[in-house]
């Protein structure tokens, strides 16, 4: 999640880190399992629950673990896609 010149890492453990990188940064790191779906948030395809139309023109992914992230307009094409195409 991005936090200003920072990054919040949530971690599967539950645990949160700061890092002193941008989302463009980060990504460009990350390996392919993970997708933008929005322009604050990075997200690990695997732990992905579902996907899908929130209400009011919004879109939302469901974590595994209960958390929802929004999801961009534009990213949610994408995101359909590669499920689309198998992760």
Known sequence: KAAGVYVEIHLADG???ILEKTMDRLEQTLPVDFIRVHRS????????NSY???GGG?????LKNGLEIPVSR??????QERFEMGK
């Open 15 to 17: 645990k949160v880190e």
């Open 41 to 48: 948030y990075l997200v690990d395809v695997n732990r992905i």
């Open 52 to 54: 899908g139309h929130a």
């Open 58 to 62: 919004n879109y939302r992914v469901i």
């Open 74 to 79: 534009l990213k949610y094409k994408e995101l």
